[in-house]
């Protein structure tokens, strides 16, 4: 293969991946009108057409999918044998892309990557937030970090943290002439913050368990939010009940700030965990990251 055609194709599953030429361009370091030319030039030789372009999209053809699917994975390899290669420099070095959630990236990932990144400053970090469960060799992040229990038995897994709580509280002021629920299926007389998780399908219902008994409760009430840091503003304005992660509340619930209701009905569960594919020999840089975040009781 000539070499300009292998440029070509790399250029070609920039664009399919990111459905986009502008992204795409931004990616290779080329302006969206030069990434264009070079992708018609390779379908002209392949006599294919490889992306189905529209104004508002663009998207693999089926010759497109079937060479992102079998060349896609290879220079995969390729890269990460490339990236792999750092480990001869004195220092590790190299970008590393991660998915996780608001709360794993606050209390875990950040306090770490404070530490770590001054010490290494050859080392890049791309954080991305995400409440979905991202298929992370599809998006090509290096790793993600979820909750044990969301990740799938392929991958290898880190612990990165303690065992979780939740804890449903609420501000004095709600519970002005209002009594405290006794059990979560109580819950559904009083006014309660929502959560909208795509892990879920929609909004969460909220899940408890005592002595071996599991229930979810489907609370309502007049605010949905996806993050943590506005369901703390609305519980503590009074406007109803939040599930909340336990060590964000904490220091509220015992100045009194806010008020813990059900608390034996929220055992503790698998805390974060830094997952990455088995099949992918880590990267110095990742290595370092993976040892710094590791879990030490």
Known sequence: ???????????????????SFTRAAAQLGLSPSALSHTIRGLEERLGLRLLARTTRSVAP?????????????????????????????DKPAGTIRITTGEHA??????????????????????????????????????????????????????????????????????????????????????????????????????????????????????????????RLQAVRAGLGLAYLPEDQVQAEIGDGRLIRVLPDWCPAFSGYHLYYPSRRQPAPAFAVLAEALRYRR
């Open 1 to 19: 293969m000539a070499r300009e055609n292998l440029s070509d194709i790399m250029a070609f599953l920039a664009v399919a991946r990111e459905r």
């Open 61 to 89: 053809t089926e010759a497109g999918e079937r060479l992102l699917r079998s060349v896609g994975p290879r220079v995969e390899e390729i890269e990460s044998e490339l990236s792999a290669l750092s480990a001869l420099r």
């Open 105 to 230: 990236a606050e209390t875990i990932l950040w306090p770490t990557l404070a530490e770590l990144l001054p010490r290494y400053p050859d080392i890049k970090v791309e954080l991305i937030i995400d409440y979905g469960l991202t298929d992370i060799v599809a998006e090509r992040y290096d790793a993600g970090i979820r909750l044990g229990e969301q990740v799938a038995k392929d991958m290898i897994a880190v612990r990165i943290g303690p065992d979780l709580r939740m804890a449903v509280v609420g501000a004095p002021a709600y519970f002005a002439g209002r009594a405290q629920p006794k059990t979560p299926q109580q819950l559904t007389e009083h006014t309660c913050i929502n959560i909208r998780l795509p892990t879920h399908g929609g909004i969460y219902a909220w899940e408890f368990e005592k002595r071996g008994r599991s229930l979810r409760v489907r609370v309502d009430g007049q605010l949905v939010f996806n993050n943590i840091s506005l």
